[in-house]
């Protein structure tokens, strides 16, 4: 692509698209690649009830094709393929996709979001959806009086745990070790709640049953014994950690130890001047549609004042 762009926005999910809108209608004529999930994580959730002006919740699939028409309204082009190396040495920068196109651009918006980390179980991915989560404030609620599993021994599966046990009948915590990880207050919490039992040096090493369409049981396998049982469960949720998806960016973004880029606080900003980022990419901490959507929009709003203050 032999024009330079006035600016290109990585990544599709809520703060990618919002940065679209907003870059968009301030007449940026951004493009936008979708990367390797289109959507983001809300695409692998059921419905989404706790994004405002959907008051009777909407399926996250559908949420997302509407970020994407909204965004494509205002002339977003957007290209079903992912960024695959980059140079932000020198402006424009430029950004080299999968499909072999090089793009130029004066900004660059990153919002690649994070993937919550999986087992790697053979039917764990069929059943993403269909019992298997890997966010309780997405999928709780559809656990009403249920059976599920948390797997994990940080922050977030204690945090997890105590959410679930709003609408699960029981919740069973399931460890690796003998110890948790997670912080002290958020361990006394998941320890005192009656609902929550924990399975110390265990391991999910099986999710059943793909024939029904739906998780009915669970394998579990001691970690010392290697003792293996099965167990009802209507819901598997993973707490094992997130990955930021920021991989392309290593050595040239300061990142935090997990890898999580930094920006100005309170900003977009990345301390590559022109370059911000959004989104799950960048937090660690809020994780939701919405505080993605959000800083998306703070991202873009920068952009088109970084652009006016090169150009006048
Ligand atoms: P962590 O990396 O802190 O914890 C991951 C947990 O998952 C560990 O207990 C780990 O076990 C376990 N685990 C990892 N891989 C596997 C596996 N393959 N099978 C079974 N268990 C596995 O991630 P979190 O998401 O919990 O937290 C991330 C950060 O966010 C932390 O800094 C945390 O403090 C913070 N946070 C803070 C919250 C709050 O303050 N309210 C809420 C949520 C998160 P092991 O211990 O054996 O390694």
């Not at 907003?22 to 493009?31: E, M």
Request: net charge neutral; aromatic share 8%; hydrophobic share 40%.
């Amino acid at each position: 692509m032999s024009e330079t762009l006035k600016t290109l926005i990585l990544g599709s999910g809520p703060a990618g698209y919002t940065a679209a809108i907003y870059a968009a209608r301030a007449n940026l004529a951004p493009v936008l690649l979708a990367g390797r999930q289109p959507g983001g994580q809300l695409t692998i959730t059921s419905e989404v009830e706790n994004y405002p002006g959907f008051p009777h919740g909407i399926m996250g699939p559908e949420m997302m094709d509407k970020f994407r028409e909204q965004a494509t309204r205002f002339g977003t082009v957007v290209h079903d393929d992912i960024g695959v190396s980059v140079d932000l040495s020198k402006r424009p920068f430029t950004v080299t996709s999968e499909t072999g196109t090089t793009f130029r651009t004066e900004t660059l918006i990153i919002s690649t979001g994070a993937s919550a980390l999986y087992l790697g179980l053979p039917n764990e991915k069929a059943l993403q959806g269909r019992g298997v989560s890997a966010c309780a404030t997405c999928d709780g609620f559809f656990f009403k009086n249920k059976v599920v599993y948390v797997v994990g021994g940080g922050d977030s599966a204690c945090e997890e745990a105590n959410f679930l046990t709003k609408y699960a009948s029981k919740v069973f915590l399931v460890v690796r070790r003998e110890a948790l990880r997670a912080s002290k207050i958020m361990q006394d919490r998941a320890l005192r709640n009656p609902k929550i039992e924990v399975l110390w040096n265990q391991n999910v090493t099986d999710v059943l049953d793909v024939s029904k369409g739906k998780v009915t049981s669970l394998e579990l396998t001691h970690t010392k014994t290697g003792e293996k049982k099965i167990v009802p469960a209507d819901g598997l949720f993973l707490a094992i950690g997130h990955k930021p998806n920021t991989e392309l960016f290593q050595g040239v973004l300061t990142m935090d130890d997990k890898g999580y880029i930094k920006t100005v606080p309170g900003k977009a900003a990345t301390n590559v001047d022109g370059v911000f980022a959004a989104g799950d990419c960048q937090d660690s901490y809020y994780r939701q549609a919405i505080t993605a959507a959000g800083t998306g929009c703070m991202a873009a709003i920068e952009v088109e004042r970084w652009l006016e203050g090169q150009h006048g």
